[in-house]
């Protein structure tokens, strides 16, 4: 999302940086000559900024065991504030996609390593089921479904059809407070089914999601039928750059981790200092490091993460790391709420059509849920406990992030005011619905266990 307005002079006096309607005006003489007066739009956008800064310092603790969420309210709140007739710029994110890919790219990024720090679940192949099967078998699946209805139902091209899905397949993390894990604890098993699956998913598929937007990208660039592309696709996108995420992240966290935690002189040793900022400092360098050399940079980051974590398990460090990303993170999500709103009120959704707001119905309520009941069948939990995880796959800066990074990367990319309408379409809703469910249904779930630990014993699972 981007602010797009445009400057112009203050009668009577100096050229400033006030676009949009003149709200505030008063006459008088400047220099023998009649002036007028102007609200300066920067002066506001800090306000705001400010205003929403203090809100998401707040919010948490009004909401807080209440069906709301502040995503919900940070939404509303931007599409009132630019829906009035203020000097504020237009959030525009179709008419400037890069712009609106660095902002959501910043937030997924931030968001990666408090998720990645959080879970206090070891990474293996049983503890992990759930996480694997969602990944492995319902996010393909989401991927098909959508991108079918978005061919045959919408009427979308194959490469925008194949975009949609790609884009909406991935589970947010940035959204997810409500349903995910809380801060690290020393326990490795403390975290509920429900909430470990989809804090994992979230920040596995967020990177995961990149081979099938590669896919729509050469599609659209090429024009060409998968039959010409696909083997490079496989070899390079989907293989090569997912292997350089994981061997990339383990090898940037595990030297983190050993700084942090290992090193021989005690003055070098960061975790003694306690600085939170540092989780910024290795989720940047991480991404960035692992983009340089070809990987997935948000596939990366989350793998860093677990590898800085398996470093010294049993450290406060992991809390203050933790704490600091979250504190970022709400304040870079307010921001991007606070413009997705007002890009809604102005706008984005002008391009929706019917077809294309039942299908994002469908994706939220029919084709996730089913087809992540269906990855769950067999895995670890208890039947309530798989139907939560399959119905909160909350969509959200992720999908805007590979919608803008699709059109900032193909000019005339096709049907892109469709995609962005369908996309922004189904962001809202989620934040909506899941925002409203989210909270009574966790407390339901948490008041149905049949035990503290949802994890069995090895070799007991629940259809």
Same mark, same amino acid.
């Given at each position: 999302m981007f602010l797009k307005g445009r400057a112009r002079g203050v009668e009577g006096g100096n050229p400033g940086f006030c676009p949009g309607p003149k709200l505030v005006n008063w006459r008088g003489h400047h220099n023998g000559r009649e002036g007028r007066v102007q609200w300066d739009p920067a002066d506001l956008v800090i306000a705001l900024f400010g205003f929403g800064a203090l809100l998401a310092g707040v919010l948490p603790w009004l909401v807080e065991r209440r069906p709301f969420s502040m995503p919900i309210i940070f939404v509303l709140l931007g599409m009132v504030v630019f829906a009035l007739p203020t000097p504020l710029p237009r959030p525009d994110p179709f008419a400037h996609p890069a712009i609106a890919a660095?902002? =959501?790219?910043?937030?997924?990024?931030?968001?990666? *390593?408090?998720?990645?720090?959080?879970?206090?679940?070891? *990474?293996d192949l049983y503890r992990w089921m759930s996480t694997w099967r969602l990944v492995v078998i319902a996010m393909p699946l989401t991927v098909a479904c959508v991108a079918l209805l978005g061919w045959w139902w919408i009427g979308l091209a194959p490469a925008a059809a194949l975009l949609l899905g790609g884009a909406l397949a991935p589970t947010d993390p940035v959204l997810a407070s409500d349903v995910d894990v809380g801060r690290p604890t020393e326990a490795e098993d403390s975290e509920d089914e429900v909430r470990f699956a989809l804090t994992s998913e979230g920040g596995l598929t967020e990177g995961l999601a990149f081979p099938f937007v590669y896919a729509a990208l050469t599609w659209a660039a090429t024009a060409e039928p998968p039959a010409r592309w696909l083997l490079r696709w496989l070899s390079v996108d989907a293989a090569y750059k997912a292997a350089m995420g994981i061997l990339g992240g383990t090898a940037v966290g595990w030297l983190l981790g050993r700084l942090f935690f290992r090193t021989p002189s005690e003055k070098f040793r960061l975790a003694r200092h306690s600085e939170g900022f540092l989780a910024l400092a290795s989720s940047f360098l991480t991404y960035g490091v692992v983009e340089l050399v070809g990987g997935y940079g948000f596939l990366a980051v989350f793998i860093a993460a677990r590898a800085i974590r398996r470093a010294q398990r049993r450290d406060h460090y992991h809390q203050v790391l933790h704490d600091f990303s979250e504190q970022v993170e709400r304040l870079w999500t307010m921001f991007l709420l606070l413009l997705f709103g007002g890009a809604v009120a102005t706008g984005l959704l002008s391009a929706l059509s019917w077809p294309a707001a039942l299908t994002g119905l469908a994706m939220l309520l029919v084709i996730r849920p089913l087809v992540g009941r269906l990855a769950l069948w067999g895995a670890p939990g208890y039947g309530p406990e798989h139907w939560v995880v399959a119905a909160f796959g909350i969509r959200g800066i992720g999908t805007l992030y590979y919608v803008s990074y699709a059109l900032a990367h193909v000019a005339d990319f096709p049907d892109a005011e469709e995609v962005w309408a369908t996309a922004a379409f189904v962001v809202l809703v989620s934040v909506v619905v899941?925002?409203?469910?989210? =909270?009574?249904? *966790?407390?339901a779930i948490d008041r149905g266990r049949p035990r503290p630990n949802s994890v069995p014993a090895s070799g007991s699972t629940a259809a």
């Amino acid at each position: 999302m981007f602010l797009k307005g445009r400057a112009r002079g203050v009668e009577g006096g100096n050229p400033g940086f006030c676009p949009g309607p003149k709200l505030v005006n008063w006459r008088g003489h400047h220099n023998g000559r009649e002036g007028r007066v102007q609200w300066d739009p920067a002066d506001l956008v800090i306000a705001l900024f400010g205003f929403g800064a203090l809100l998401a310092g707040v919010l948490p603790w009004l909401v807080e065991r209440r069906p709301f969420s502040m995503p919900i309210i940070f939404v509303l709140l931007g599409m009132v504030v630019f829906a009035l007739p203020t000097p504020l710029p237009r959030p525009d994110p179709f008419a400037h996609p890069a712009i609106a890919a660095h902002l =959501t790219e910043l937030g997924v990024i931030i968001a990666l *390593m408090g998720a990645g720090l959080k879970i206090d679940r070891p *990474m293996d192949l049983y503890r992990w089921m759930s996480t694997w099967r969602l990944v492995v078998i319902a996010m393909p699946l989401t991927v098909a479904c959508v991108a079918l209805l978005g061919w045959w139902w919408i009427g979308l091209a194959p490469a925008a059809a194949l975009l949609l899905g790609g884009a909406l397949a991935p589970t947010d993390p940035v959204l997810a407070s409500d349903v995910d894990v809380g801060r690290p604890t020393e326990a490795e098993d403390s975290e509920d089914e429900v909430r470990f699956a989809l804090t994992s998913e979230g920040g596995l598929t967020e990177g995961l999601a990149f081979p099938f937007v590669y896919a729509a990208l050469t599609w659209a660039a090429t024009a060409e039928p998968p039959a010409r592309w696909l083997l490079r696709w496989l070899s390079v996108d989907a293989a090569y750059k997912a292997a350089m995420g994981i061997l990339g992240g383990t090898a940037v966290g595990w030297l983190l981790g050993r700084l942090f935690f290992r090193t021989p002189s005690e003055k070098f040793r960061l975790a003694r200092h306690s600085e939170g900022f540092l989780a910024l400092a290795s989720s940047f360098l991480t991404y960035g490091v692992v983009e340089l050399v070809g990987g997935y940079g948000f596939l990366a980051v989350f793998i860093a993460a677990r590898a800085i974590r398996r470093a010294q398990r049993r450290d406060h460090y992991h809390q203050v790391l933790h704490d600091f990303s979250e504190q970022v993170e709400r304040l870079w999500t307010m921001f991007l709420l606070l413009l997705f709103g007002g890009a809604v009120a102005t706008g984005l959704l002008s391009a929706l059509s019917w077809p294309a707001a039942l299908t994002g119905l469908a994706m939220l309520l029919v084709i996730r849920p089913l087809v992540g009941r269906l990855a769950l069948w067999g895995a670890p939990g208890y039947g309530p406990e798989h139907w939560v995880v399959a119905a909160f796959g909350i969509r959200g800066i992720g999908t805007l992030y590979y919608v803008s990074y699709a059109l900032a990367h193909v000019a005339d990319f096709p049907d892109a005011e469709e995609v962005w309408a369908t996309a922004a379409f189904v962001v809202l809703v989620s934040v909506v619905v899941h925002g409203i469910a989210a =909270t009574p249904v *966790m407390q339901a779930i948490d008041r149905g266990r049949p035990r503290p630990n949802s994890v069995p014993a090895s070799g007991s699972t629940a259809a």
